[in-house]
Structures are given as C-alpha cells and as structure tokens.
C-alpha cells in the first residue's frame, strides 16, 4: 500500500491569527498593488528574474544550507507556503547559502526534497543568496559612496569591547570616517583577496549610541578565502546574513517576510537599510515588512542546529536520518506523515507568544492520520508457540480480516489459520491476574477472526521458561459463521499461522530523550538521553506483509503504526519502523 502524499491544500476556512489580520489589512488597503521590481532598471531580473505569476503576496522559506530540516521548520514551511496558497500569492524557495565554510549541496538536496515530502511546490521560485551577490557587493559600495558604511580594521575583541552593553553606548571606531574612497579601495582589496581573514570588515554606519545593539555598526561584509558551493572561488568576501536577507526579500518583491522572534531585535536594521538603499534609487518601495512569530518549542526534543550536528557527529544516533531525530529526514523514516505535519502546524497555530508543545500533540496529529490511511495487519513482537492439540497437523483454512475497520471498500484479506500459531507472550499467564482476560488454563479466548479456544497449559524447559502453550478449538465458534456467537467470551487475542509466518527486524523507536527538556539548567543535554529509544527485536508477521514496499505504512493491530524502512528495506525482506504507539504512554 504505497502512499503518496497529495499537494497541500489550504484549510477551506483557515484560522484567524495575527499575521492572517495584518495581510487582510494590507490588501484592503492596496500596499502591494503595484509592485515592481523596481529601482535600478534591470536590477533585480539581471539576478533572479522576475516570476511570472500574478502573486498578490509573496512569502518565502529561506534556510541556511548548513544543516538538515527539522520539526520546527515544518511549522515555518507550512506557515509560508500555507498563506501563499490561501491568499493566491507565492512562496518563494530560497537558500541563505552566504557561509561558504558550512554549506554542501547535499544540504541542499536534501532541504528541497523534505519541502516537496511536506506536500508544497515553489514552481519557478527557487532562489538562492548567491544569485544576488554582484548586488549585494553594489549596494555595499553605494552605502560606502553615500556615507552609510565604512571598512573597519580593529580586531574582533576590539569591536566587542567597544560594542557597549545594553546600559552603555558604544565606542565609534577610530576607522568610522575614514574616507569613502579609502573604504572603497579597501573593499575592493577584500573581495580580492589581498587581505586575511579577519583583519578588516565593512560596517554599516548607523548609531553606536542607540539603545538596540543590532544598530550598533553591524558589520555587513567579512573576509572569506573559502571555496562557495555555487560561486567556487569567485568571492573573498561574503555577505552577513543580517545585510543579504533584506536585500534578497525586496529583490524577489517579498511582500511579508515572515521569521521567528529571535529576529525581532534586527527588524530596525532590516528596515534601516532597505530604506537607505530606496533613497539611493537601488530599490523601489513600497518595501518588505519583517513579522516575527514565535517558533516551535518541542518538549522530549532538541531543534538546536548545534546539538542536532552534535548528535550526529558524535553518532549518538545513526545519520541526519535516524528515525529518532527530530529531522524531517528522520521523522520521514519513522513513519511519520506530511499529512500528519501539516496537521500539526495547523493544530499548534501561530501566536507571538513563546510557549512549550507537547511533544504528545504531534504524536496524535500523526496517529490521526495513521489511523485513517494505514491498512491493517498482524504481527507478533514477542512470539511464544500455541499449540491446537485438537487440531489436525496437515490441515489449514483460511479466515478473513478487514483491511481497514471503517474503509469496507479495502476489501479483506486472508490470514491462514493451522495447528501451530505464534501469539504475544504476554496473552498467556499460568497465574492470572485480576482482570486479565486472556489465555489462562481453563478459560476460554476468541482467536481473532478465527476460533473460540479454551486453554489446557503450557509447557515448559528445564529452566522454567515457557516454549509452548496448549488449548484445543471449539468447533462451530469460528467468526463470521452462525456459531460464532454460541461461545461467550471475554478475552480476543491476535496471531499468525507458525507455518505461514514471516520472520522478521521490527524496531521499536521511542522518544531519543527521557525527559521533556533535555539540558534545561545548564546540564549537558546528553545526560538525557533515553536508553530505550531504540530495541530492535525479530518479530513473526503475517505473510501479507512480506510484499510491503518502502514507505508502506499499517497499523498492526495492538502495537501501533509502522512504516517499511525507506532505507533498509529489501524486496521480500521489509524492515519495519515503529512510528508512534496506539496511545500515549507517556502521559503516565
């Protein structure tokens, strides 16, 4: 049962929030209505071409190449290209690739293929930092030219120690008003490698006093001798991320550039510099707006980029795509669903506030989905023999099992039933316990769409542990004929034909950390995690199962949701990951 998964679709009457108010006043109003590409003539087609789409707002999703996706992104790419959708407009795809040293075009690869997962398509728009760079070194060159930016040449625990504190103003650079041809000449010698790392930067001239640190001279430019993914070795400087975000939004007419909170504090220069670079007739207003929202918070998870790396690198977990990491790739692996995220992101909403979700929230969006899409199945995870004393060695029949409880249309399938069976060890206990309605001698059990059995005992090996346990069948009783209800029983137990069965590895993922935040007071976050996050076990499936492709998803009946791994899995020889549990088991 191969899923695909379907374009997303905007919610038909999509919830109010925040962000939602300010692009309905904005299109009420017309701010966006005429937008060009505006300013230097030429400008932003000769770097990225103008999209022909008729788009009423554009967003964008702009990630740093340096890294794999994770939970907390799948918020912002549904947030994004959810509101293009909603509002006609479009979602820009667009890399951030402005630190040569961090970035590989498999970071790349493997952003757009988590993206195109989720459900969401860019159409023409994809767009990278790099295609902007000539730009960008212009602008620097007009902000230099027009009093606004200054090469500086204190070392960088100079320009700490003069950065003031947030009580304090800064100290100007003895390098502030330093000529504008002298600054230019000495740009040009950075982009051409005549200087080392570190010896210079270009700053922006704009209040060493102010209140807000970020507008403190920013520097906009550093000197980089490294070789870029895209641009090889073209550039000796590199751009900040702080001075290439705003440029890129307005060259592409991004009409709302939409971040999270952290960002907050540098939307004044955000804003600083796009308005010096209109004066100077480089760009055309009206200009981008910055609106910060509050990110995701997962508790039992770590969205850090440097613990994730960490994680890797220190191969506390198997790759980016461990089905325990918080990695789209990851949770792609595990079974999750990008149904499931984008119910998620809808659930979770959008709001200024920072606050904490519960990690139980995405696992139930997952588990509403999974129960609606995956076919059903049987398999035995801790098998121990039941013998049908009374039941011929040479026979067998077959019995017949939904495919899906609510989807009749699924048809059934069939489950051959013989003498010999495997069942779950814990549906036998020889001393039942109150309320324990399963096997037990004497008492008598339903085999799921099979016969009523009564249990006589069990055997066992020389060291007490049990090899066998022993009923015989009620004839007459079997589901779906007349008899089946002659037999009252409490107890309904699955199983698989010992004959028939297939051997399999099931791995059983759970949470990576054991508590809800991990690290928190300071503590190495390593220190919590879960020893049990992964038991790889060799489990008995029903022969249904043998012909599961990767990605194939179903619920076995009692355990929970599993997924064919995409990786490991083999023609005739799937491999199985636990998605998520029937229930919470973490709210005890």
Known sequence: MSEKNKPAAAPAAPASNFIRNIIDADLASGKFATRGWGGKPGAAKTHAGAPADPAKIRTRFPPEPNGYLHIGHAKSICLNFGLAQSYSGACHMRFDDTNPEKEEQEYVDSIIHAVQWLGFDWRENIFFASDYFDFMYEAAQHLITSGHAYVDEQTADEMRKNRGTLTEPGKPSPWRERPAAESLRLFADMRDGKHDEGSMVLRAKVDMASPNINLRDPAIYRIRKAEHHRTRDKWCVYPMYTYAHPIEDALERITHSICTLEFEDQRPFYDWLLLRLAEGGLLEKPLPQQIEFARLNLTYAVLSKRKLIQLVSEKHVGGWDDPRLPT?????????????????????????ADSWIEYGVLEDCMREHLNEAAERRIAVLD???????????????????????????????????????????????ETPSKGYFRLFPGNNVRLRYGYVV??????????????????????????????????????????????????????????????????????????????????????QLEPALKDAKPEDRFQFERHGYFVADLRDSKPGAPVFNRAVTLRDAWQK
């Open 383 to 429: 098998p121990v023999k039941l013998v049908i004393d009374n039941y011929p060695e040479d026979q067998h029949e077959d019995c017949f099992a939904p495919n899906h409880p609510q989807k009749p249309e699924l048809g059934k399938r069939t489950v051959p039933l013989t003498r010999e069976l495997w069942i779950e060890r814990d549906d036998f206990m």
């Open 328 to 352: 789209l790739a990851g949770a792609r692996r595990r079974g999750y669903t990008a149904e499931g995220f984008r119910l998620f992101a809808e659930r979770i909403g959008v709001s200024k």
């Open 454 to 539: 009564k249990c006589t005992g069990c055997r066992k090996d020389n060291e007490g542990h049990i090899t066998s346990v022993h009923c015989e069948y009620i004839p007459g009783t079997k589901s779906g004929t007349t008899g089946a209800d002659s037999v009252k029983v409490k107890g309904n137990i699955h199983w698989i034909s010992a004959r028939h069965a297939m051997a399999a590895e099931v791995r059983l993922y759970d949470r990576l950390f054991k508590t809800a935040h991990p690290g928190a007071g300071d503590k190495d976050f390593l220190l919590d995690l879960n020893p049990d996050s992964k038991k790889v076990i060799t489990a």
